[in-house]
């Protein structure tokens, strides 16, 4: 299925006159909106290959019909995203769930629908079918070398087929720790990472980054040999300049300040990437700003604030992705979701008024300053947003016209109502 430029100008069309009313009285508002839609159309986040079919949990799985079978129909996803609200330009892929078995034609797929690679995921936390050794007690900390071994050689061809693909990120979340106290030294399991996460990191090309993407429990309940920011930016900083810490937000201790997590790894020059999503309780992959929008916005505030500092461009500069997994929500509408709270998140952070914030700062007017952060945060963005879409080439409410043109209605008639994704 293809979503064609004259279905949502049509769509625009109908909505035109209430959203303008909306943005010209935003734009009275605020100061240089011209600069933040600028900003907000060239601001684009990758989507997780593994995030299209319905998740689930241990207990069970839910299907909504019309989940994309190959890797193409993924992409093809990902090009319907993007085609309403254009700023769902990438895909991450997850090996060996998403093995390409054809570039040029994998590539074709993703060029129609203006796709591009975002960062590769290698899988060292489940057993493949046919896999010689096991990854049950670890992979890259794993007491026996040859198993190391094997985890080193996956991620190395994770790195190849990105390479053809034109990705030029890997990013490596690991299982390994332990469930209970004794299982394993801390020392040698840190230190046979550090060696294994050494060999990948030397085959990466000259213009590739690596990212460590930590997580404090889950699977392992004892410890977790990447479990904190700390820990990643040990591995990053020992490793190289190519490396990276990849913050999740769903992967943190209940309520770990995250935003000056963030600052300080720009600070350090070490923050690479993001995998957003929300969480009540755990890694609960839940949409993107649906628990803790204020989090979100101050994560963002910082990230404004610090990418400025460094003269980065937002745009570019980090691999912004989305992890996320749907129990009871159509995959794509809780996607469009997830990003419409991003752009929205990234769009309060770009009005705050940053002089005024220093001289609060300046002059320890605590009140002051909480009153400019909450003053951007309360301030009703989607026009702004829904503009940059529309100028963009998108739907003013991508949802709205998702359900219009019966997307999934039409996914499970070309696809079938079994159809099963890999992954998850
Ligand atoms: C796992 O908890 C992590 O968030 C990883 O990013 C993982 O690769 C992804 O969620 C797919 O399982
Ligand atoms: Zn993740
Ligand atoms: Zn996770
Ligand atoms: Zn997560």
Request: glycine share 8%; aromatic share 8%; charged share 25%.
């Amino acid at each position: 299925m293809r979503i064609d430029k004259q279905q949502i100008a049509t769509f625009n069309e109908g909505l035109l006159a209430g959203h303008t009313k909306r943005f010209e009285y935003i734009s009275s508002e605020i100061d240089g909106v011209e600069q933040i839609i600028s900003k907000l159309i060239d601001f684009q986040i990758g989507i997780p290959s593994w995030a299209l079919g319905a998740g689930g949990t241990r207990f069970g799985r839910f299907h909504f019909g019309g989940a994309p079978a190959t890797l193409e129909e993924k992409i093809e996803d990902v090009g319907l995203l993007h085609a309403l609200n254009r700023n769902s330009g990438s895909i991450s892929l997850h090996i060996p769930w998403d093995v390409p078995k054809d570039y040029a034609a994998i590539k074709k797929v993703a060029a129609d629908s203006g796709i591009k690679f975002d960062a590769m995921n290698s899988n060292t936390f489940q057993d493949q079918p046919g896999q010689l050794l096991s990854y049950k007690f670890g992979s890259l900390q794993n007491v026996d070398k040859a198993v190391r071994k094997q985890a080193i050689e996956h991620n190395i061809e994770v790195i190849k087929h990105g390479v053809e693909l034109g990705s030029k990120a890997l990013t490596v979340w690991l299982a390994d720790g332990s469930c209970f106290p004794g299982q394993l030294s801390f020392r040698n399991a840190f230190n046979n990472t550090l060696e294994s996460l050494q060999e990948i990191y030397s085959a990466l090309p000259e213009d590739w980054k690596v990212f460590v993407e930590y997580k404090a429990f889950e699977p392992n309940f004892y410890s977790t040999t990447v479990g904190d920011w700390g820990q990643s930016l040990l591995y990053t900083s020992k490793l190289g300049e190519k490396a990276y810490t990849l913050v999740d937000l769903g992967h943190h201790l209940p309520n770990a300040n995250i935003e000056q997590i963030v600052a300080l790894l720009l600070n350090e020059g070490k923050l690479g990437g993001f995998h957003f999503n929300d969480s009540k309780y755990g890694d609960d992959d839940l949409t993107a700003g649906s628990i803790k929008p204020y989090q979100l916005f101050l994560i963002f505030n910082e990230l404004v604030d610090g990418m400025d500092a460094r003269g980065m461009n937002h745009a570019k500069d980090l691999g912004w992705m989305i992890d996320a997994s749907h129990n009871v929500k159509d995959p794509l509408e809780d996607l469009l979701q997830s990003v419409d709270a991003i752009m929205a998140a990234y769009a309060q952070a770009l009005m705050v008024d940053k002089k005024a914030l220093e001289a609060a700062r300046a002059n320890s007017d605590v009140a002051q300053a909480q009153e400019i952060l909450q003053n951007a945060f309360r301030t009703d963005v989607r026009p702004l947003v829904a503009e940059a879409r529309k100028r963009a080439g998108g739907a003013l409410q991508p949802l709205t016209l998702y359900r219009q043109l019966g997307v999934r209605e039409q996914l499970i008639k070309e696809r079938g109502v079994d159809s099963q994704t890999t992954g998850l």
